[in-house]
């Protein structure tokens, strides 16, 4: 796409976006993390700043991606260190994107020195749950301490299983987290993690659904930002 043919729909807006995964450390040497790469995000702020917008990524671990002209990056480890830059940022943020792959759980505790073994081996790691960060985001904004923030983007991995497929758990995911759009990617084999591509839907909360067919990392990005600019200039 030629950078000059692009819409400057953004202009004005502050942007947040999150990318890669965190890490939960177990020990100084060791640390429980996932396969996100992160270049949905950095696809996302990339095409943002170019279609006008101010952005900041939120990076957590992610595999070792040039950092686009124009973006500022603030990294990150853990999900609690997330938590704070995102609460922080999200302040003076007009678009917030949760495309970080958030650790879910971490370790109940975090050893001071390596984990050895001999004598008292461990069996299992005990964890915790992490805050979710989008749900604070959205139940922020509910309780008017975010003026600013008029779209809220989160993302969902997700397979089918005996509960329902992937658009019903998308469905009652978006439900629960009641963000303004839902970006749902299709797992499984060899899909969404450190490749180029995806697929899957766009869920409004508005109740329209629209496929995301198989493309490039910079195609979804600019088919949601498309979303996002929908959003902001309907409402
Ligand atoms: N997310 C978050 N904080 C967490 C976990 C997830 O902000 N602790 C965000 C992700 O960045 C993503 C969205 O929530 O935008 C959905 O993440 P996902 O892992 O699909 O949802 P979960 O609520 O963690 O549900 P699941 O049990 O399916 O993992
Ligand atoms: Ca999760």
């Known amino acids: ?17 999150t990318a890669g995964g965190t890490r939960e450390p177990l020990d100084p040497v060791r640390f429980l993390g996932n396969r996100s790469s992160g270049k949905q995000g950095f696809a996302l702020a990339r095409l943002a700043v170019q279609r006008g917008a101010s952005v900041t990524v939120v990076a957590g671990a992610t595999a070792e991606l040039p950092v686009p002209a124009g973006v500022r990056v603030v990294n990150v480890t853990t999900a ?31 050893a001071e020195s390596k984990i050895k073994k001999g004598n008292d081996e461990p069996t299992s790691i005990p964890l915790v749950k992490n805050p979710d960060i989008l749900a604070e985001v959205v139940k922020r904004r509910d309780q008017g301490e975010l003026p600013v923030t008029r779209v809220i983007v989160g993302f969902a991995a997700e397979t089918g299983d005996e509960q329902g497929d992937v658009l019903t758990h998308a469905r009652s995911k978006l439900n629960r987290k009641r963000c303004d759009l839902l970006v749902v990617n299709a797992v499984g ?44 200039h309907t409402s």
């Open 80 to 110: 609690e260190q997330m938590r704070k830059a995102v609460h922080q940022l999200s302040e003076r943020a007009d678009i917030v994107i949760m495309a970080a792959a958030v650790a879910d759980f971490r370790p109940v505790s975090v």
């Open 189 to 232: 084999e060899g899909k969404a993690f450190e490749v180029d591509s995806n697929m899957g839907w766009l869920l409004k909360a508005d109740g329209t659904e629209s496929a995301l067919p198989l493309s490039s990392k910079n195609l979804m990005a600019s088919r949601i930002l498309d979303a996002v600019s929908s959003v902001l």
């Open 1 to 17: 796409e030629r950078r000059d043919s692009l819409p400057r729909d953004l202009t004005g807006c502050t942007l947040v976006v």
